[in-house]
């Protein structure tokens, strides 16, 4: 059982930056791929980033290659993404997620994924 709580939500600028962090609970973090996935008002959940176990291997969303980085630190149980020059079309709630796979696979469909956490809102004003 792993229980994820996301953070780092908040309002901001067209162009700005926010880092989101997502804290596992366990002992048994790096046994589990972590994904990113976000949700915007009428609209599907929609894949973001992934990261495998140990972070070796990382995929993104076509709409945020380039601009938002993933990456996790297995000694404090967390996984973030580093947003950068954010668009209004980014405004959504994002969810982190946790599976377990492979060493070194990532997952990039909300179905692969056993554990989410409860969202953190993202605002961008244009």
């Known amino acids: 059982q792993v229980q994820l709580v996301e953070s780092g939500g908040g309002l901001v600028q067209a162009g700005g930056s926010l880092r989101l962090s997502c804290a596992a609970s366990?002992?048994?973090?790096?046994?589990?791929?972590m994904g990113w996935f976000r949700q915007a008002p009428g609209k599907d959940r929609e894949f973001v980033a992934a990261?495998?176990?140990?972070?070796?291997?990382?995929d993104y969303g076509d709409s945020v290659k380039g601009r938002f980085t993933i990456s996790r630190d297995n000694a404090k149980n967390t996984v973030y993404l580093q947003m950068n020059r954010l668009k209004a079309e980014d405004t959504a709630v994002y969810y982190c997620?946790?599976?377990?796979?492979?060493?070194?696979?990532?997952?990039?469909?909300?179905?692969?994924?056993?554990?989410w956490g409860q969202g953190t809102q993202v605002t961008v004003s244009s």
């Open positions: 990261i495998s176990r140990i972070g070796g291997s990382t």
């Open positions: 997620a946790a599976t377990s796979l492979t060493l070194w696979a990532t997952a990039t469909r909300a179905y692969e994924y056993t554990y």
């Open positions: 366990g002992r048994t973090f790096s046994s589990y791929a």
